[in-house]
């Protein structure tokens, strides 16, 4: 191995619409949704291990380690390489669990990537984001690093070009399951259908937004709050809003305003993945 240690960006997405058009039989939901990734992101650092062992250093609250999907990711990239290189991976988290900005899926993703270069296993990006599926819908978008229009349960990806605002994103203080949401009965799962044109046109709306704020009042009071200042939505299943913004200087006054008991960001969107510009990867998607 030419190095020994790497530390990588497992950057924030945002979903600026997402539609469920359909529940397949096996339970899972048939989705359209564009993905916008931003600059904000938690770190991940790799040190190579001849062991074989994968360890992971900073343990996470409430996760054990054999399910936090930066071990699994790099066991399956091991299964899947023949690799007999370990590591020992540390995160710097920034990201809130539960949110609905990928964290989870961003940190299997930058792992992947990380570990596929630093065990110089040799595999392109589609074959890390066919292993990243089974880990996560969301888990291909951060492997490609780009923006992109999903459609299937997430994982049929196109690569788009998408304007690139500052957002405002507030977190206000609740987790929320993405199986709760799903699995609800009142949830929105018809949604006719429509073209990406159509989505970059008009923009779209997110379905799971009513149910969230019927059944997470903080939600809904924070979307309330950042409509002050502009059209806020919900990012996917989870407990984030974000508004988007002409400039930095704009969405850091909205930051500097936010009421104590949430957190919250500013953040530039991108069309190429912090990961993929630091570690200077060319995506095919």
Known sequence: MSKTTLTLPAPAK??????????????YHNLQTLFQ??????????AASATGEVRLDTPMAGVAEVDNLIVRAAHLLKQASGSQCGARISIAKRLP???GLGGGSSNAATTLVGLNALWQT???LAELAEIGLSLGADVPVFVHGVSA??????EKLEKVVLPTPWFVVITPPCEISTGHIFSHRQLTRNTSPITIAAALGYGGFNDCEALVKELYPDVKMALEWLNQ???ARLTGTGSSIFASFDSQTQAEQVVAQLPRHWSGFSAHGVN?????QV????TVL
């Open 229 to 231: 200042f502009a059209n």
């Open 149 to 154: 229009w999903a459609e299937g349960v997430g």
């Open 97 to 99: 669990m539960g949110a």
């Open 122 to 124: 040799g595999l392109g």
């Open 279 to 282: 570690a200077k990867i060319s």
């Open 37 to 46: 990734i931003v600059d904000y992101s938690d770190e991940l650092t790799f």
């Open 272 to 276: 190429l993945s912090p990961l993929h």
């Open 14 to 27: 945002l979903n600026l619409m997402l539609h469920i058009t359909g529940q397949r039989d096996d339970g």
